[in-house]
């Protein structure tokens, strides 16, 4: 689309110009030569490359003008450099309002991620409590199990995994029939798994179905009433962007006491939750897999800002406080994981030399870390004294960035380092 508007803005400014002012259509010989508002609107818009090829576009207005004047040479020449000038203030910007996009996507998806997680703990509570008696199911304990089965098959909602997912809903929100399906592009959606009494095929002109995928948003009998009941009682989608598919989840029956629009509004929470997850175990597997006590959170975390770092420049640093594996360590290194930033998330790493708490500070470059090392020395020594240095090791910091997640694990983790 840019080099169509690079070449169409010129060719029409010109075939307006040669009907406007046809003695002069390129107001060479004019005040102001209105016609070099077409190659710059061009730069600003699209960047360098594209508004040279709107001048060259416009150059040829030469050929058809009978006899060009002379002065046309240094107009063009004034004309490029303001092109140039133009179209680098425009790559300048556009590279920092990605950027900025960037980071702003990050902290939605880690809000989402982080309300989805409260949400899920306070409903975990009340089943727990609801259900303690009779059926002592935990949904954090439910579903802690089916993400490390998700690191497992990959993050892949393959069959076994997708039983397992239905399973946790059985036993916690009382679904009795549903299916998970794989939609890709304009095909009827596949099945990956089902539960109960879902049928051999997926019904695609369910009410439900159509009006989900009409709205592209979760819907059930809630939102259209109950004379729309035909399969499904509700339909849930989730947009796997890796894949470039759809997840569609469609239950078809629910326990009587269990109908209700709270637990269906539930029911969608823990889809998204865990789908949400399993996009994140795909992407920072290689991490997970070679450092198994690595936190979930932590991985995704490390991979999603170093795709950041190379792609948009968005700088980020990994703080590493190494401590000395003796009787007061553990002592210090649960005071120092306390001592997280809002965005920070905190990873400790525990061998038998040495104990190192890596702290990964997104959006941060050098003063971070010197405000960060100030802060932390200074709550350390109001809590344990300066003796605590006597423990610490060394304090070294590294770029995310450059070098893939796993690859800058191994450099921080893989060697003792020096104090």
């Known amino acids: 689309m840019p080099w169509i508007e690079a070449i169409a803005i010129p060719v029409v400014a010109l075939a307006l110009s040669f009907l406007w002012h046809p003695q002069d259509p390129l107001f060479l010989d004019e005040s102001f030569p209105w016609l070099w508002l077409a190659p710059t609107l061009v730069a ?3 960047g360098v490359a594209p508004g040279l090829l709107a001048v060259l576009t416009l150059m040829t207005g030469l050929l058809w003008m009978p006899e060009p004047s ?3 040479l240094p107009a063009f020449t004034g004309l490029t450099i303001l092109t140039l000038i133009c179209g680098e203030y425009s790559d300048i910007w556009t590279s920092r309002r990605r950027s900025s996009e960037a980071r702003t996507g990050i902290l939605e998806e880690r809000m989402t991620r982080l309300t989805d997680d409260l949400y899920v703990a306070q409903i975990s509570q009340e089943r727990l409590e609801q259900n303690l008696i009779y ?3 935990s949904l954090r304990s439910a579903l802690q199990e089916l993400k490390q089965n998700a690191v497992i098959s990959g993050g892949v909602f393959n069959k076994d995994l997708g039983e397992q997912f239905l399973y946790l809903l059985n036993q916690t929100c009382g679904v009795q029939s549903a299916g998970i399906y794989i939609k890709s592009d304009h095909h009827t959606p596949l099945e990956v798994a089902k539960i109960g009494n879902m049928g051999a095929v997926f019904q695609p002109a369910d009410p439900v179905y159509i009006s989900a995928i009409e709205r592209q948003e979760s819907r059930s009998l809630v939102d259209l009433g109950p004379t729309q009941a035909e ?10 962007i890796q894949h470039n598919h759809q997840i569609i989840l469609a239950v078809s029956d629910i326990s009587f006491f269990s109908l209700d629009e709270d637990n269906i509004r539930v029911i969608g929470v823990i ?10 175990i795909e992407k920072s597997l290689d991490i997970l897999r070679e450092w198994s006590d690595c936190s979930d959170d932590f991985a995704v975390e490390l991979t999603i800002l170093t795709e950041l770092s190379t792609q948009y420049h968005v700088k980020s640093m990994l703080l590493v406080y190494t401590l000395s594996p003796d009787e007061y360590s553990g002592t210090l290194s649960r005071y120092l994981c306390t001592l997280r930033r809002g965005l920070d998330i905190v990873w400790q790493y525990s061998t038998e030399k040495s104990v190192r708490i890596l702290f990964l500070l997104p959006f941060s470059g050098a003063a971070s870390i010197e405000g960060h090392m100030a802060r932390v020395s200074l709550e350390m020594k109001d809590r344990f004294g300066e003796d605590w240095h006597t423990h610490c090791t060394s304090i070294c910091d ?4 450059g070098k893939s997640p796993s ?3 191994h450099t921080i983790l893989s060697t003792e380092r020096a104090p």
């Open 44 to 46: 600003l818009r699209y």
């Open 70 to 72: 002379g002065e046309w």
């Open 135 to 137: 059926k002592p199911i």
């Open 231 to 240: 399969h499904y009682l509700a339909t849930y989608l989730f947009d796997d």
């Open 271 to 280: 889809f998204r939750y865990f789908c949400n997850h399993n996009m994140a």
């Open 398 to 401: 590294y770029a995310v960035g």
């Open 407 to 409: 690859a800058l694990l």
